[in-house]
Each structure stands twice: as C-alpha cells, then as structure tokens.
C-alpha cells in the first residue's frame, strides 16, 4: 500500500509538471534525481540498513537496561518423601543417643531403641513436614560494575557504526542507480542513432527503387540499399533489448515492480554542457570515504573493548533484596496453610583474584586487534589516494574524449552533408554516400559513449569520496 501511495503522488506530481505529455499517455517521466529518490526511500537495501540501525539502538537499551534493579517473582512447592533424620550425643539422655552414645544403663537404652524402631528412626528424631512452600519477590542491582560501564559506551560506538553502515549502503545504491540511469540513457541514445541510420539506409532503397522502375538504376543497386538497410534491423532489435534489460536493472534498483513503464526526463547530451564545471569542482578529500570512516569506527570499538577488557580486574558491588512467604504443612498440600514472611538485604562484593590468565589474554587480544586496525588504516588510506587519483585522471581522459568526439560529429555531419548533396546532382556513388552514413553513426555512437564513461566515472568517484548528496535526493522526491 506505501507503493502504491508513492507511485500514485509521482503520477500526480508528473501529470501535473507535464500536463500535454499526461493526456497523451499515462506514462510519468523520471529525472536522475527523481530515480534516486524513489531509490533511497522504497530499495529494500536502505531498509535492511536502516533496521540495522534501529537494531544496534536497542542493543544499547537492552546494555542500559543492566545497570537498572532487576525484579522477579518466584514460587516453590516441595514434597517430603523421606524426612530427615537428626540424632543427637547428649550425656544425661541415653534413648536420645544414636550409635557413638554413652548410656548407663543398658536395659534402658535397649526399650529406648524398642521404641523408636517402630518409627524407623535407629535412635533418631525425624524432622521436617510433608509439604513446603515458598513464595516471594526478590531483585538485584549492581552499584559498581566496571565492564559494564564500558560495555555503555561500547554500545554507542555501535551504533555509530550501524549508522555508517547505513550511509555506505545508500552511497553503493545511488552509485548503482546512476550507473543503471546512464545506461539506459545510452541504450535510448544509441538506439535513436541506429534508427536514424536505418531511416537513412530505408530512403536510400526507396530512392533506388522508384529509379529501377523508371528504368534509371539496376538490379544491384536495389538489391545493394536494401541488404544495406537489413543490416541495421538486428542493430535495432539488439538497443531494443538493452534498453529493456538497463529499465529492468534500474526499476530492481529502485524498489519498484518490473512492470513499472516511465520514460527518461533527458539525454546523454543534456550533461555535455555542465561537465567542465563538474570537472572543475573535483575534491581530493576522502574523509567521508565510508570503507575509512568504518575502519576509524573499528578501531574506536577495539579501544573500548580493550577498556572492557581491563575493567574485568576491578572489584564488582551488587545490591540484593527479597520478600518471601513460606507454609509447611502435614498431610494433604491443598490444607493446613501457614503462611510466614520473611525478608532480607545484601551486598555482595566480588574482587577477581586469579583466573589461569585469561583476563591478561583477552587484554592482550583487544590491543593487537586495535594495532591491527591502525596498520590497516595506513595502508588503506594510500589505497585510496592512488584510486582518487586514477579517478581524477580517468575523467580528465574521458573530457578530452568528449571533446573530440563532438568536434568529430561536427564534421561527420558537414562530410555526410556534403556526400548527401554530391549524390543527389550524381557526383559521388552510393558507396561514398554509405561511408559516410557509417561515418556519421560510428561518431556519433562514440560521443554517447565518452559521455557515459564521463558520467559513470564520475559517479564512481563520487562514491570514493563518500560526497554524494543524498538529502538532495530525498528532498527532490518530495519537491
């Protein structure tokens, strides 16, 4: 239902920015940005993300929830199958004596033994009742619990973590949509110079045709033009399927059903004009750089867990209290309740001696893992200047390239123009005119294509650096 309530307010925000091209279809159009937006509030890998989040959050309470008293309630009911037996060594009281007694007299120790034979005592004194009850509450509180402390500030350094971890998956998901919307845009692009080719390729065979029935061309040159137009049918079905398989990839991107149909707002040539000032603006600062900013977090963790460590040496101070009521009875369980409460307060003091050395193990463990990750963050950041500055490099490559595949298009254009007129007055054969059909499309397939690379090289930069400007992205949905 929230899709359906999202899809439905793009519908209407499009129709009403775009009210002609809504009354000829129902097919909403989407910008880069609208993409992204849809991206960031509907892909399930944001809401994986941001579960993870929540998730790390009451981790901390549940950490929290430990240094609050805890409180239970309790019962217990037990059945005397044997009662216990109690002798006693008491000078003066001979049929009290068990085995080990003195006794005087003989005779009397002997009936005094008759007797309590018949209870099965041997010379003792059963104790207890057939039934026990107890009931109650009791409750805990630590005072002072070093590791758990710890163990606090530990759980922050946590969530910092799931939220980093958030980040870096919504800059991954916009660099993959990106990606995804500038290769259909070149699929789009390529397949509307393809279908230029072959209208060409169609009106040449049409031209040569109406010729051969006026008698004015042969055989060949019909036949020539027409497996030349041929030629660029599986060209055309080919951009066909990529451009299917590039809204699929991008719809899967974006959270939404495949059946989704939109249109794209722009073209590959709507970024020519603004790529040098995009150029010019490149920084060189990856300190947003999410693999940094995580490795900066793991090494903060491995701190806290070498203080967590430590602290296990440090005396522990616990507050106990109970309420309780007891009953014992004999005969049946359900009569004869008497009903007793007690109750009583403690502290307990636990001060860690000796353990075999575990605690100067684990210690050790923490403070090589925090070096290990120190060692990681140097070798890591020079990972990164290297591929920023391939990145920069890289760019620079693919403006240049752009530049001269749109100085190359200009005069493929002239050249075909030329062509074009040279074979209509009969100055060029359609071989000449051919080639610089092919020319013209090869050119201006090639300037799409160093678009691309810019726009995608861009983007991978963009996520190197860890700058990209997802609030813009999810503002430009609401706007």
Not at 176 to 182: F, G, H, L, P, R
Not at 392 to 416: F, G, L, P, T, Y
Not at 422 to 434: M, P, V
Request: include cysteine; glycine fraction near 6%; charge should be negative.
């Amino acid at each position: 239902m929230k899709s359906n309530r999202l899809l439905l307010s793009i519908f209407l925000a499009l129709g009403a920015g775009f009210p002609a091209l809504a009354q000829q279809a129902d097919i909403p159009m989407l910008s880069l940005e609208q993409c992204l937006g849809i991206a960031l509030s509907e892909s399930p890998t944001v809401k994986i993300a941001d579960m993870e989040v929540a998730r790390a959050d009451y981790s901390k309470k549940e950490t929290l929830g430990q240094l609050l008293p805890s409180i239970s309630f309790g019962a217990s009911y037990n059945r005397t199958l044997a009662k216990q037996v109690m002798y006693m060594n008491m000078d003066g009281f001979g049929g009290m004596g068990g085995a080990g007694s003195s006794s005087e007299n003989e005779e009397t120790e002997i009936e005094s033994r008759a007797s309590n034979s018949r209870a099965g005592s041997n010379g003792g004194i059963k104790v207890g009742l057939d039934n026990s009850f107890s009931t109650g509450f009791s409750a805990s509180m630590p005072l002072i619990a070093p590791q758990l402390w710890q163990s606090m500030k530990l759980s922050d350094s946590q969530i910092l973590r799931s939220i980093e971890q958030a980040r870096s998956s919504r800059l991954e998901l916009v660099n993959q949509v990106k990606s995804a919307y500038y290769t259909l845009l070149l699929a789009e692009d390529s397949r509307r110079v393809i279908i230029e080719s072959y209208d060409m390729a169609k009106l040449n065979h049409e031209i040569y045709t109406k010729k051969h029935q006026a008698g004015a061309a042969s055989d060949y040159d019909v036949l020539r033009t027409s497996v030349a137009m041929k030629n660029i049918e599986p060209e055309m079905m080919q951009s066909e399927i990529a451009i299917k398989q590039a809204r699929l990839q991008l719809l899967i991107l974006m959270g939404l059903d495949a059946g989704f149909n939109f249109t794209t707002a722009e073209g590959l040539a709507v970024y020519e004009d603004s790529m040098y000032d995009t150029a010019m603006s490149i920084s060189r600062d990856y300190s947003l750089n999410p693999t940094l900013k995580l490795n900066e977090i793991d090494s903060q963790i491995a701190r806290r867990n070498v203080s967590i460590q430590q602290a296990a040496w440090f005396p522990t101070l616990a507050l106990s209290a109970n309420y309780n009521w007891t009953s014992m009875s004999n005969g049946s369980p359900l009569r004869n309740f008497r009903w007793t409460p007690y109750s009583g307060v403690g502290l307990t003091l636990s001060l860690p001696i000796f353990e075999g050395g575990q605690r100067y193990s684990r210690v050790k463990q923490a403070k090589i893992q925090a070096a290990e990750l120190l060692m990681q963050r140097e070798n890591l950041e020079r990972t990164i200047d290297s591929q920023v500055t391939l990145a920069i490099d890289n760019i620079n490559v693919n403006i240049k390239q752009i530049a001269s595949c749109a100085e190359s298009v200009s005069e493929a254009e002239r050249a075909h123009d030329i062509m074009q007129k040279s074979f209509e007055i009969g100055a060029a054969s359609y071989l000449d005119l051919r080639d610089s059909e092919l020319s013209l499309t090869r050119a201006r397939l090639a300037r799409f294509q160093a678009i691309y690379n810019f726009l995608v090289a861009h983007s991978e930069l963009e996520l190197l650096l860890g700058n990209a400007p997802i609030e813009k992205y999810t503002k430009s949905l609401n706007n």
